[in-house]
C-alpha cells in the first residue's frame, strides 16, 4: 500500500515565482489535507478536500494560494507571487472513513522562497 | 476555539527508562485523538488513533490513553530506546468536521 506521495520533496525558488506543489493521495481515501508547518506556528491547516470538493479553505493564508484536486488521485497547491514567507514544508494527508478517519502524511515539500 | 497543549516540551532520558508525554485539550466534544511521531526533516508517521469512546489503544511498547472528560491524553513508552528519539504530536479532531489541531509537540532524547 503506497502511502501519500508528494513532488517535489525540496523546491528553492526566487520572490515572485509561481510555485507548484503536488499530492497523491492513498488510493481509496476520500480526503485530502493541505498543511504547512513552520518553526513559529507549528502545523496549520490551509485546506481541506471531501470527495474532490474543497470544504473548508479558511486557513489559506491569502489570495496568492491556491490548491486544486480534479480527481480523487491528484492535487495541487499552488503559490503565485512567492514570497520569503511562504518558506515552510508544505505536507499532504489523506484519509478514509473505512480507516477510522486516520491522517496518513506524506513527506512533506521543503519550500525555500529567497 | 479547539486548543492543545504538550507537556513537557522536550524530554531528555536515558535508555531503558519508562515514560509519559502528555497532551491536553480544552474542547471535550472530539471526534478522535492522534499521536504521531516526527523526526527530524521528515514527515509525520501515525503511531495510534484513539477514537471517542475508547479509552486507550496500544501497539507493541506504546500505550495512548484519552479521558475525554478531564480533556486529557498520555502517550505511555515502555522500555525506552534511542530509536524512539523523535518529536511527538498530539492531534485532536473535532466532531462534524475532520480538521486537526496539533499540539506543539513534545521533543524525546533517548540516550544510550
Known amino acids: 500500500d503506497a502511502g501519500v506521495i508528494q513532488s517535489p520533496r525540496h523546491e528553492v525558488t526566487e520572490m515572485g515565482q509561481e510555485v507548484t506543489l503536488r499530492c497523491k493521495p492513498i488510493?481509496?481515501?476520500?480526503?485530502l489535507f493541505w498543511y504547512r508547518q513552520t518553526m513559529m506556528r507549528g502545523l496549520e491547516l490551509l485546506i481541506y478536500?471531501?470527495?474532490?470538493?474543497?470544504?473548508?479553505d479558511s486557513g489559506m493564508p491569502e489570495d496568492r494560494f491556491s490548491a486544486k484536486m480534479p480527481n480523487a488521485s491528484f492535487s495541487t497547491l499552488k503559490i503565485q507571487p512567492s514570497e520569503p514567507r511562504d518558506s515552510a514544508v508544505y505536507f499532504c494527508?489523506?484519509?478514509?472513513?473505512?480507516?477510522?478517519?486516520?491522517?496518513?502524511f506524506g513527506p512533506g515539500t521543503r519550500l525555500t522562497v529567497l | 476555539k479547539q486548543e492543545v497543549t504538550q507537556i513537557p516540551a522536550a524530554l531528555s532520558v536515558p535508555e531503558g527508562e519508562n515514560l509519559v508525554l502528555n497532551c491536553s485539550f480544552t474542547d471535550s466534544a472530539i471526534y478522535n485523538l492522534q499521536w504521531f511521531r516526527q523526526d527530524p526533516g521528515k514527515g509525520l508517521t501515525s503511531l495510534l488513533l484513539?477514537?471517542?469512546?475508547?479509552r486507550e489503544q496500544t501497539s507493541g511498547r506504546l500505550n495512548a490513553s484519552l479521558d475525554k472528560s478531564s480533556g486529557r491524553s498520555t502517550l505511555y513508552i515502555a522500555a525506552s530506546q534511542p530509536g524512539d528519539s523523535a518529536t511527538y504530536l498530539c492531534?485532536?479532531?473535532?466532531?462534524?468536521?475532520?480538521?486537526?489541531?496539533f499540539g506543539t509537540g513534545t521533543r524525546l532524547l533517548v540516550s544510550p
Open positions: 484513539i477514537q471517542s469512546s475508547q
Open positions: 492531534a485532536v479532531r473535532g466532531t462534524g468536521f475532520q480538521k486537526l489541531v
Open positions: 478536500f471531501n470527495n474532490n470538493v474543497p470544504i473548508d
Open positions: 494527508a489523506s484519509s478514509s472513513p473505512r480507516r477510522k478517519n486516520e491522517q496518513f
Open positions: 488510493s481509496g481515501h476520500n480526503s
